[in-house]
T-cell receptor, first 111, second 114 residues
Framework: GDSVTQMEGPVTLSEEAFLTINCTYT??????LFWYVQYPGEGLQLLLK?????DKGSNKGFEATYRKETTSFHLEKGSVQVSDSAVYFC??????????FGAGTILRVKS | EAQVTQNPRYLITVTGKKLTVTCSQN?????MSWYRQDPGLGLRQIYY???????DKGDVPEGYKVSRKEKRNFPLILESPSPNQTSLYFC?????????????FGNGTRLTVT
């Protein structure tokens, strides 16, 4: 079945450091790919998405590129802030009616 | 304010005592879904609904029931809760399927079954 694998956390960075959170997927067909973010005590919210190979999703300084050849969708940000501390979930949708989520990666940013 | 509202936020109950977690959205969304979040497993879908009176099983439906009698409400029912249903539950909605429109999540319900 469809699945998403994320790097284990927590990831701890200093403010202004470069961030990469790895995400790879297994799916039939050509899924759409997403990153959702969960701030403490809240529900998830969509951060960015990409719907086809080589698409780049971007939002709030975060970027991720849909790489079909490596089945990856790694999340990057050039300079993290303390306010970026959250749990980040990679997800895919291959059949339209549901999202399949990864286990989530905790990011902690220290000032 | 556009939102998905879940109640209660916290719930402690005993094995076998029926309970309902309510979910309501004020965005006129067609699609609604329930997820459970467990450490190391991420979010797993329990049930979803594409429209009123239309529901379907997700990946982990055993032990749960749902109904969609009105567009705005999508309650989650545990007829006979067991300790393995201790989890953090999220309701979510979107204007159409989640591949085409972003999911809006509630703030979660933390359920403990003893």
């Amino acid at each position: 079945g469809d699945s998403v694998t994320q790097m284990e956390g927590p990831v701890t960075l200093s403010e202004e450091a470069f961030l990469t959170i790895n995400c790879t997927y297994t799916a039939t067909g050509y899924p759409s790919l997403f990153w959702y973010v969960q701030y403490p005590g809240e529900g998830l919210q969509l951060l960015l998405k990409a719907t086809k190979a080589d698409d780049k999703g971007s939002n709030k300084g975060f970027e991720a590129t849909y790489r079909k050849e490596t089945t990856s969708f790694h999340l990057e940000k050039g300079s993290v802030q303390v306010s970026d501390s959250a749990v980040y979930f990679c997800a895919l949708s291959a059949h339209g009616n549901k999202l399949v989520f990864g286990a989530g990666t905790i990011l902690r940013v220290k000032s | 304010e556009a939102q998905v509202t879940q109640n209660p936020r916290y719930l402690i109950t005993v094995t076998g005592k029926k309970l309902t977690v309510t979910c309501s959205q004020n965005m006129n969304h067609e699609y609604m879904s329930w997820y459970r979040q467990d450490p190391g497993l991420g979010l797993r879908q329990i049930y979803y609904s594409m429209n009123v009176e239309v529901t379907d099983k997700g990946d982990v439906p055993e032990g749960y029931k749902v109904s969609r009698k009105e567009k705005r409400n999508f309650p989650l029912i545990l007829e006979s809760p067991s300790p393995n249903q201790t989890s953090l539950y999220f309701c979510a909605s979107s204007s159409w399927t989640p591949v085409n429109s972003p999911l809006h999540f509630g703030n979660g319900t933390r359920l403990t079954v003893t």
